[in-house]
């Protein structure tokens, strides 16, 4: 193997044993414990040919920039919105990622914030705690089980939340740019007309400009009073603003969201509905699937080091790499 390659790893790893692994098996340094972070990339920014880093924490152009000598980025996560896609073909690196060890828990957390949100299971659960119990009823919820669920991103994470909607006997259609081919499932050509049909909208799809506030007040007007909205994606896809609104004035029935728009700060009228179920971005937050996105991200660099790319690629940097 390799003589402890210098890395520099942008910020501490959502999994502190990679963080030990990382610093046993090669030379890192961590940037965001740099006291001077400008100054040190200015002296040391042509000492390092990988960075690795984290979906959530991205890589913005500015430290790509700084690094005249980087080829290769290993991250933590599928998401690759966060990282500087213009900066990182212009250096030419071959950037890794995490897809597909993750799409069950993701999918897990999805029917978890669905079935939350319909049955109220958080605001009960805040109603046992208050004593409220022996003052008064609950109240009625919504059915999950045999209701139609709309997946916006038909990818590897929509079809596992597709597999699991078929043991709650739900009906699925899902709309992305293009059809699947192969898929068993109803695919409606316009967001407007899955939120329509949809009682849930799950978004799976991937962030980034070209879905920047696809969900607005129009597609929540369409989903409707007894919709429910899920999204474990990226909270840029969701006008959250307009989100708040509706649930304020109860437009749509309820949701379930995992991502924001400016993490970690929900929009703060969010904060006091009753019918938004909130989680800090945990969706592949589980110890199972933490574990095998740090043994994929060591892989990815180790194949660097060995073989000049990762073993998974992103599309966009794989792309450029077979031209
Ligand atoms: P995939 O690339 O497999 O799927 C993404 C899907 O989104 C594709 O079906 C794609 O279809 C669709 N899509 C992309 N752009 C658009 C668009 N403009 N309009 C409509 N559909 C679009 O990714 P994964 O399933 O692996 O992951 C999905 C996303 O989930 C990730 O990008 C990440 O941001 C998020 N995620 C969140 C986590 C969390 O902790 N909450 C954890 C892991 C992932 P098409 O190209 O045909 O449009």
New binding site residues.
């Given amino acids: 193997t390799h003589r402890s390659p210098r890395i520099l790893q942008y910020g501490r790893m959502p999994l502190p044993a990679l963080d030990h692994e990382l610093a046993a098996q090669f030379d890192v340094t961590v940037l965001s414990e740099q006291p001077d972070r400008a100054g040190f990339l200015a002296a040391h920014g042509a000492d390092f040919e990988c960075v690795v880093t984290s979906a959530a924490m991205g890589l913005p152009g500015d430290v790509v920039r700084a690094l005249p000598r980087l080829r290769f980025v290993s991250s933590f996560?599928?998401?690759f919105?966060a990282l500087d896609q213009a900066a990182l073909l212009e250096c030419g690196a071959r950037v890794g990622y995490t897809?597909g060890v993750?799409?069950d828990c993701?999918a897990d957390m999805a029917f978890a914030l669905l079935l939350d949100a319909a049955r109220s299971l958080s605001a009960a659960d805040r109603f046992v705690r208050r004593g409220d119990w022996s003052r008064q009823r609950f109240g009625v919820h919504t059915r999950a089980s045999g209701k139609r669920l709309g997946i916006?991103?038909?990818?590897?994470?929509?079809a596992a939340v597709a597999r699991r909607a078929a043991g709650f006997d739900m009906q699925v259609a899902y709309?992305?740019?293009?059809p699947v081919e192969g898929s068993p499932h109803q695919y409606l050509p316009s967001l407007m007309e899955l939120a329509r049909w949809a009682d849930f909208l799950v978004i799976?799809?991937?962030?980034g400009d070209?879905?920047r506030h696809?969900v607005n007040a129009e597609v929540l007007d369409a989903l409707g009073p007894q919709g429910f909205l899920v999204n474990?994606?990226?909270g840029s896809v969701v006008d959250e603003a307009a989100l708040a609104a509706a649930l304020q004035q109860q437009r749509i029935a309820g949701a379930g969201l995992?991502?924001f728009e400016d993490e970690p700060h929900p929009l703060p009228a969010l904060l006091a509905l009753d019918n938004v179920v909130l989680a800090p971005?945990?969706?592949?937050g589980t110890q199972e699937t933490r574990r095998a996105m740090a043994d994929l991200v060591l892989q990815n660099l180790h194949s660097c080091l060995a073989t000049g790319a990762p073993v998974q690629e992103v599309p966009w940097s794989a792309a450029a790499a077979r031209q």
């Fill in positions: 996560g599928v998401g919105d897809p993750l799409d993701v916006f991103g038909m990818g590897r994470i929509g709309h992305n740019r293009r799976t799809a991937a962030g070209s879905t696809l474990v994606a990226r995992d991502v971005h945990i969706a592949s």
